[in-house]
């Protein structure tokens, strides 16, 4: 087992929520930058939110925006993603990541997650 562990995937239906965690074994949590990447099938992954060290910065891609909601517990070493309003173009694996500089090369990946929405 890596150092950040998801959980919270599943199988949703169109219009569908789930929540996303992501815990942090590690001891320096608040240093990291936190992001939520997500890869469908045949497509490249992609930087879906991120959420700086304090909580305080956060960034949505465009089609996540109004939709998902990106927070973290610094005191639980947990960072989540809220997903509402899910469609099928949402079915992905999730993955969690961690940074203290760029996307370019992440830290830290976990595991992933799988999210399936049905029609």
């Known amino acids: 087992q890596g150092r950040l562990v998801e959980s919270g995937g599943g199988l949703v239906q169109a219009g569908g929520s789930l929540k996303l965690s992501c815990v942090d074994s590690?001891?320096?949590?608040?240093?990291?930058?936190m992001g939520w990447f997500r890869q469908a099938p045949g497509k490249e992954r992609e930087l879906a939110a991120a959420?700086?060290?304090?909580?305080?910065?956060?960034y949505y891609a465009s089609f996540v925006k109004g939709r998902f909601t990106i927070s973290r517990d610094n005191a639980k070493n947990t960072v989540y993603l809220q997903m509402d309003s899910l469609g099928p173009e949402d079915t992905a694996v999730y993955y969690c990541?961690?940074?203290?500089?760029?996307?370019?090369?992440?830290?830290?990946w976990g595991q992933g997650t799988q999210v399936t929405v049905s029609s």
């Open positions: 990541a961690a940074t203290v500089a760029n996307w370019d090369r992440p830290d830290y």
């Open positions: 590690g001891r320096t949590f608040s240093r990291y930058i």
């Open positions: 959420i700086g060290g304090s909580g305080s910065t956060t």
